[in-house]
Every structure is written in structure tokens, then in C-alpha cells.
């Protein structure tokens, strides 16, 4: 079994640290390498599908980024303890009718002691953006560093 660190119990700056790495690997948007930080056994809750194990949460993601094009993602601590960290997000992406959508939702995590995801409950709204009003124009792929957080766009 491989741990991925940082490991619970969490601080403000690992739980910080926990999230930037699943925003990196989600903006990667890879679900085979995205799937590897969860648990074998992990129990998630996406709008309205509730994938149970690696296999069906990648099924998932490959839907999801086959529908959700040029998907740029950031994600924020909301609370965190012990166990568990609780993340707001942002999503910018656009349909293959090339309507852009701003995402907005909330994220509950659950890892066990090697520090892998075994549960996700995630709600997530969509709202419709033009596209001269997109905030998120980093070229594809990790947000730079200096990219500003969801706080400092205002979301």
C-alpha cells in the first residue's frame, strides 16, 4: 500500500498542502493518475452519481472531460480536522457548443491513515459565463502560482 502524504491528522498548512495537490492533479485532468489518490474501496457523491471504488470514479472523470472542455479548476480550504477537509471550488470549462460555464461547489473529504481519499461528497452548480467574462485563462494544465485563489478573484 502507498501512502500519500501530506497524512492526517491535518494542520491548516497540510490540509493547504492536501489541497493544491488534488487541484494540480485534477487540472491535470488524467483520471487514471487522478484515481491513485484514492482509496481502492472510495465512496464518492458527484451531483448525481455515486461511483463506488477507482474504477467507476474514473469512469466518471473520463464522462465528466469528455462533456467539460478546457477545464481549469481552482480550490480553496474551507474547514479541516483531524481526518477530514472541507474545500470550496471553482471551475471554468465550456461545452462543445462552446458555451462557457463557471462551476461553483463545495467538497467534503475523508482519508484513512495512509493519507488516500475514501470518501468525497461533492455539490457542485453550474452557471452559465460569457466568454469575456472567464477568469481563469492559465494555459492548460497547474494553476501558476502566482494565478490568484478563489478569495482574491472575489468568488
Known amino acids: 500500500m502507498s501512502q500519500r502524504p501530506p497524512l ?10 492536501k489541497i493544491r495537490l488534488a487541484e494540480d492533479a485534477w487540472n491535470s485532468r488524467d483520471p487514471a ?3 491513485l489518490v484514492y482509496s481502492a474501496d472510495t465512496r464518492w457523491r458527484n451531483r448525481v452519481e455515486f461511483p463506488v471504488g477507482r474504477d467507476q470514479a474514473q469512469a466518471l472523470l473520463e464522462r465528466k472531460w469528455a462533456r467539460e472542455l478546457d477545464y ?4 480553496e480550504l474551507w474547514a479541516f480536522e483531524g481526518d477530514r477537509i472541507a474545500v470550496r471550488f471553482v471551475y471554468e470549462w465550456h461545452d462543445d457548443a462552446g458555451q462557457w460555464f ?3 461547489g463545495n467538497e467534503n473529504w475523508l482519508f484513512d491513515g495512509d493519507g488516500l481519499m475514501t470518501q468525497r461528497h461533492a455539490s457542485i452548480n453550474d452557471r452559465p459565463i ?10 492548460l494544465g ?10 482574491e478573484l472575489g468568488l
Open 8 to 17: 492526517p491528522p491535518f494542520t491548516r498548512e497540510t490540509a493547504v498542502q
Open 33 to 35: 493518475r487522478i484515481v
Open 72 to 75: 481549469r479548476l481552482i480550490k
Open 102 to 104: 463557471r462551476s461553483h
Open 130 to 139: 460569457a466568454e469575456d467574462q472567464r477568469l481563469f485563462r492559465w494555459p
Open 142 to 151: 497547474r494553476r501558476p502560482d502566482d494565478h490568484p485563489g478563489l478569495s
